[in-house]
C-alpha cells in the first residue's frame, strides 16, 4: 500500500512535470514566434532608416548647394553696394542733381546745390522731358 501512494504521488509529481514542460514549451513557441515578429520588424525598421538618412543627405547637399549660390550672390550684390559707395565724388553729384530734377528743381537749383555747370543741368531736364514726354 505505502508502494501504491508513493507510485500514485510519483505519477502525480510526474503529470504536474509534464504538465510545466508542456507549458514553456508552449511559451517558448510564442517567444520564438515574437521573437521571429521583431526581427521582422526590426529590420523594416532599419531599411525605412537607411532610405531615410540617404534622402536626408541628399536633402543636405541640395541645401548645402542652395546656400552657396545665395551666399555668391550676397557676395556679388554687396560688392556692387561697396562700389557704388566708393564712387567718385561727381557721379553723386549727378545723382544728386537727377533726383532734384525728379522732384521738380529749376536750374539755378541743381547748379547751386549740385556744383555742376548750367549746360549740365539744362541737359538734365531736357533728358527728364524726353523721359516723361514718352
Known amino acids: 500500500m505505502l508502494l501504491l501512494a508513493l507510485k500514485n504521488r510519483f505519477a502525480k509529481q510526474i503529470d504536474e512535470l509534464q504538465q510545466q514542460v508542456n507549458s514553456q514549451e ?52 554687396f560688392q556692387t553696394i561697396e562700389q557704388l559707395l566708393h564712387q567718385q565724388p561727381e557721379d553723386k553729384l549727378y545723382t544728386r542733381a537727377q533726383k532734384l530734377v525728379e522732384l521738380g528743381a ?8 549740385c556744383d555742376i555747370p548750367r549746360a549740365e543741368a539744362e541737359m538734365l531736364l531736357s533728358v527728364h522731358r524726353q523721359k516723361i514726354s514718352k
Do not use: G, P, W, Y
Open 26 to 77: 508552449i511559451q517558448l513557441l510564442e517567444l520564438q514566434d515574437l521573437l521571429a515578429s521583431s526581427q521582422s520588424q526590426l529590420d523594416i525598421n532599419q531599411k525605412l532608416c537607411s532610405e531615410s538618412q540617404i534622402e536626408n543627405e541628399q536633402v543636405s547637399k541640395q541645401l548645402e548647394h542652395r546656400i552657396k549660390v545665395t551666399q555668391e550672390q550676397f557676395n556679388n550684390k
Open 106 to 113: 529749376d536750374i539755378a537749383e541743381i547748379m547751386r546745390e
